[in-house]
């Protein structure tokens, strides 16, 4: 029998997972996101865990097909990061250094693409080839399938769609260092940001309170059909929509699949996008489909197996 490990790294822990060559998870675990010393010890970390399950299971190295693996940061087609804030790398050829730790093939991918080859597989865009999906969490992030391969680009930051500029009025500066991007106004923090704003100055009854101006909080109230809430949520909707549209016409995908915290909310945001989508949608991007992602926390290492099963 045949296996491969999918690793999602995170600035807090890294996500492994052992799958069978069909796709099962055999079995998954965390271990601690080591990033002192410019994350030098990330991938020794990861080898030793893989190597310590290859002996847990008796499974020899040549049952392996290789390891996937995402991170949070562009990645070039041949496993090369430029600096990654995350996890405290500056320039590594991240995989020619697990592939000599561990003896084994190693494929790398931007954590946000790989987690849309997961979807795809397994999740909310199961029976699509072309797809966009859009993290909405802290920040906003992208990843773009075309023709069931994952659009890594020259410099492995393609789907980085958090830094579009959908408004250049904006005055307050993006993490990013730009203005107006995408990610001012989707994130969990972006949202929040956009209710905080509409606070300052509101005088209707409301059953948010400046206490708790969190996304969850904002849907929330949503959901009990809060009209300044129900403004938060629009004004959001608005930018992110008009953006989904502009890439639909750049990339004509099928299924837009939305993940990450915000998507928690459940179909209720679909429809603060849709509508807005639809206004500005090129005609032959009508009817591209809405889905929410449905792997959750494991969408990363099924993406990262993924990278390994599809070659």
Known sequence: MKYCFGVDIGGTTVKL???????????????????????????????????????QHGIEKEQVLGIGVGVPAPVTVDGIVNGSANLGWKYKNAKKELEELTGLTAEFGN??????????????GVGYRNMIMVTLGTGVGGGIIINGKILTGENGAGG??????????????????????????ASATGISRLARKKMEHETRATILTKEDLSAKAVFD?????????????TEMGNYLGHAMADMAAVLDPAVFVIGGGV?????????FIEKPFMEKAFFANKNVKFKLATLGNDAGICGAAKLVLED
Request: aromatic share 4%; charged share 25%.
């Open 17 to 55: 997972g052992l799958f069978s060559e069909a796709g099962a998870i055999v079995e998954k675990w965390e271990i601690v996101t080591r990033t002192e010393n410019e994350g030098a010890a990330i991938l020794p970390d990861v080898a030793e865990a893989i190597n310590g399950k290859l002996e």
């Open 111 to 124: 954590d946000a693409n790989v987690a849309a080859l997961g979807e795809m597989w397994k999740g909310g």
């Open 160 to 185: 980085e769609i958090g830094h579009m500029c959908v408004n250049l009025e904006e005055t307050d500066t993006c993490g990013c260092g730009g203005h107006g991007c995408l990610e001012q106004y």
């Open 221 to 233: 109230a949503v959901k009990e059909g809060d009209e300044v809430a129900i403004e938060v949520a």
């Open 263 to 271: 998507s928690k909310a459940g179909e209720v945001l679909l429809s």
